[in-house]
């Protein structure tokens, strides 16, 4: 008789994730009969775990970043380049926040997790409030703490907007990851020869996406713009075709064929402007970032620069099989699903007015006697308030959750949310698709799913186990025949 294995993968190893690792070691098979079950749980900071008789337990110290399927298996991807098999897949992760929201209340502070029912009314007028992302999630916040408080916006000198304080403004400090808000929408059309290209990959679809997206872009370039690059398209293009993304052969034929600096396409500076830059203190910052978002708002105003709206078309056109992957949509994010230009031309204004401050890229937010304190690398010392907002949500994600593996989900209509919720069938937990319809090998539990106390867990993380060594016993009965 052939050994048969049944693999389950627990993303998550909080509350949610430990008690139904529990109870799926706790109902497992007994060793015997060529069977065996297999737990592969996977989280960043997951402890040690013991191996029950009966069951395999594998601890994978790494972040889950996509699920797809293939053949009736799931296949979990790993940030850290692995990719699971497995049976059946549990989704116990934790909302962003969700832990440091019950740890605020104790202690007296004030912390909003993302997504809707933000208690903005609560939030105090005058005093600092920290605002972790730069995203449409926090564009979006900026009306209700703002004109919502009795503030208006005038015209200036040349036409643009200036805001005037009512009073009661809370005054927002922000970091986020890149510490630069998205770009704007741009406010044209494209003037020449708009066609996407594939190109094969050979273990990096990140390299051949990101050739896709610098072949949209210089097509509009040349063609649209003829007189800014020192040779045509139909010479430029094969050459361009043959070239490794990203190597030297690469950028000595862009350095050659496209003199202004301006007019060349580099991902890696748009995608993380603030790389390597250190600032005095956080006023130095502010006239950065204001030179930061005047340079936006002029670009994108500007028809000279339509292949930026050709960059753009391409990421759109790239989304639906790149979703999920943390690059692309970073990438995505920053320069295909910003404000408009009215609305970025708003945030200068709050900014000019100090209403909005900057503290830059790679926050890092605490939580000490005294209240929330955020440092990071691009300026010197701390910026403290007793109020944390969170403003990191993915559009195509459930409310409140920064997850790439949840967001590919979303963009390839195999989940749906209800009420900023992953939405799942009880008792059992199996996810319910775009359409609908019951994902027969995928489970989902926690603060993904729904409120309710440890009792609620428990009853939950029972009736995900047991459906889940169903499948599995299913699988495996097959795997033995």
Same mark, same amino acid.
């Given at each position: 008789m052939s050994h048969a294995v049944g693999r389950i993968v627990v993303i998550g190893a909080g509350p949610a994730g430990t008690c139904v690792v529990d109870r799926i070691c706790a109902g497992a098979p007994q060793p015997g009969g060529g069977r065996t079950v297999e737990v592969h749980v996977v989280d960043p900071a997951a402890p040690e775990c013991e191996t029950p008789y009966g069951v395999q337990v594998h601890v994978h110290r790494d972040r889950a970043i996509g699920l797809t399927e293939s053949a009736g298996r799931q296949l979990v991807r790993l940030l850290g380049g692995r990719t699971l098999e497995a049976d059946a897949v549990v989704l116990a992760q934790d909302r962003p926040g969700s832990g440091e929201h019950d740890v605020a209340a104790r202690d007296g502070l004030l912390h909003l997790p993302g997504g809707p029912g933000h208690d903005l009314e609560n939030?105090?007028?005058?005093?600092?409030?920290?605002?972790? *992302?730069?995203?449409?999630?926090?564009?979006? =916040? @900026?009306?209700?703490? %703002?004109? &919502?408080? &009795? &503030? #208006?916006?005038?015209? $200036?000198?040349? $036409?643009?907007?200036?805001?005037?304080?009512?009073?009661?403004?809370?005054? +927002?400090?922000?970091?986020?990851?890149? $510490?630069?808000?998205?770009?704007a929408r741009p406010g044209y059309e494209l003037a020449g020869e708009a066609r996407a290209r594939r190109f094969p990959y050979e273990g990096d679809e990140r390299q051949a996406t990101a050739k896709e997206l610098a072949y949209a872009y210089y097509r509009e370039l040349f063609t649209a713009h003829p007189s800014r690059t020192r040779t045509t398209w139909a010479a430029f293009e094969p050459a361009f075709v043959r070239a490794e993304p990203g190597g030297r052969e690469m950028r000595a034929l862009v350095t050659r064929s496209v003199p202004r600096f301006a007019d060349r396409l580099h991902l890696d500076r748009l995608a993380r402007p603030l790389r390597g830059m250190r600032f005095g203190d956080l006023a130095g910052l502010q006239r950065w970032m204001h030179g930061f978002l005047a340079a936006d708002l002029e670009r994108r105003a500007d028809p000279a620069f339509s292949p930026d709206l050709a960059l753009i078309r391409a990421l759109r056109e790239a989304r639906p099989r790149m979703a999920g992957d943390p690059w692309f949509e970073g990438l995505f994010g920053l320069l295909a699903d910003g404000p408009s230009l009215a609305r970025q031309a708003e945030l200068h204004a709050l900014a000019r007015a100090g209403i909005v401050t900057f503290i830059g890229a790679e926050p890092r937010i605490e939580q000490d006697e005294d209240g929330w304190r955020a440092s990071g690398p691009t300026v010197p010392g701390l910026t403290r308030a007793r109020t944390l907002i969170e403003a990191r949500r993915l559009p195509s994600g459930p409310d409140g959750c920064a997850d790439p593996l949840l967001a590919g989900l979303y963009?390839?209509?195999?989940? #749906?949310?209800?009420? *900023? =919720? @992953? !939405?799942?069938?009880?008792?059992?937990?199996? @996810?319910? %698709?775009?359409? &609908?319809?019951?994902? !027969? #090998?995928?489970?989902? +539990? $926690?603060? +993904? %799913?729904?409120?309710?106390?440890?009792?609620? @867990?428990?009853? #939950?993380? !029972?009736?995900v186990a047991r459906a889940v060594l169903s499948q599995v016993s299913e699988a495996l009965v097959h795997a033995a025949a």
């Amino acid at each position: 008789m052939s050994h048969a294995v049944g693999r389950i993968v627990v993303i998550g190893a909080g509350p949610a994730g430990t008690c139904v690792v529990d109870r799926i070691c706790a109902g497992a098979p007994q060793p015997g009969g060529g069977r065996t079950v297999e737990v592969h749980v996977v989280d960043p900071a997951a402890p040690e775990c013991e191996t029950p008789y009966g069951v395999q337990v594998h601890v994978h110290r790494d972040r889950a970043i996509g699920l797809t399927e293939s053949a009736g298996r799931q296949l979990v991807r790993l940030l850290g380049g692995r990719t699971l098999e497995a049976d059946a897949v549990v989704l116990a992760q934790d909302r962003p926040g969700s832990g440091e929201h019950d740890v605020a209340a104790r202690d007296g502070l004030l912390h909003l997790p993302g997504g809707p029912g933000h208690d903005l009314e609560n939030v105090p007028a005058g005093e600092p409030v920290l605002v972790r *992302g730069a995203g449409r999630a926090f564009t979006d =916040l @900026l009306a209700p703490l %703002t004109v &919502g408080r &009795g &503030g #208006r916006f005038t015209r $200036g000198r040349q $036409g643009e907007p200036v805001y005037l304080p009512g009073g009661f403004e809370p005054l +927002l400090y922000v970091g986020s990851r890149r $510490g630069v808000p998205h770009h704007a929408r741009p406010g044209y059309e494209l003037a020449g020869e708009a066609r996407a290209r594939r190109f094969p990959y050979e273990g990096d679809e990140r390299q051949a996406t990101a050739k896709e997206l610098a072949y949209a872009y210089y097509r509009e370039l040349f063609t649209a713009h003829p007189s800014r690059t020192r040779t045509t398209w139909a010479a430029f293009e094969p050459a361009f075709v043959r070239a490794e993304p990203g190597g030297r052969e690469m950028r000595a034929l862009v350095t050659r064929s496209v003199p202004r600096f301006a007019d060349r396409l580099h991902l890696d500076r748009l995608a993380r402007p603030l790389r390597g830059m250190r600032f005095g203190d956080l006023a130095g910052l502010q006239r950065w970032m204001h030179g930061f978002l005047a340079a936006d708002l002029e670009r994108r105003a500007d028809p000279a620069f339509s292949p930026d709206l050709a960059l753009i078309r391409a990421l759109r056109e790239a989304r639906p099989r790149m979703a999920g992957d943390p690059w692309f949509e970073g990438l995505f994010g920053l320069l295909a699903d910003g404000p408009s230009l009215a609305r970025q031309a708003e945030l200068h204004a709050l900014a000019r007015a100090g209403i909005v401050t900057f503290i830059g890229a790679e926050p890092r937010i605490e939580q000490d006697e005294d209240g929330w304190r955020a440092s990071g690398p691009t300026v010197p010392g701390l910026t403290r308030a007793r109020t944390l907002i969170e403003a990191r949500r993915l559009p195509s994600g459930p409310d409140g959750c920064a997850d790439p593996l949840l967001a590919g989900l979303y963009a390839r209509g195999e989940a #749906r949310h209800a009420a *900023g =919720l @992953l !939405d799942v069938r009880l008792p059992d937990g199996r @996810l319910i %698709t775009g359409d &609908g319809s019951v994902h !027969d #090998r995928r489970f989902a +539990l $926690g603060s +993904l %799913t729904a409120a309710g106390g440890f009792a609620t @867990l428990l009853r #939950r993380a !029972d009736a995900v186990a047991r459906a889940v060594l169903s499948q599995v016993s299913e699988a495996l009965v097959h795997a033995a025949a």
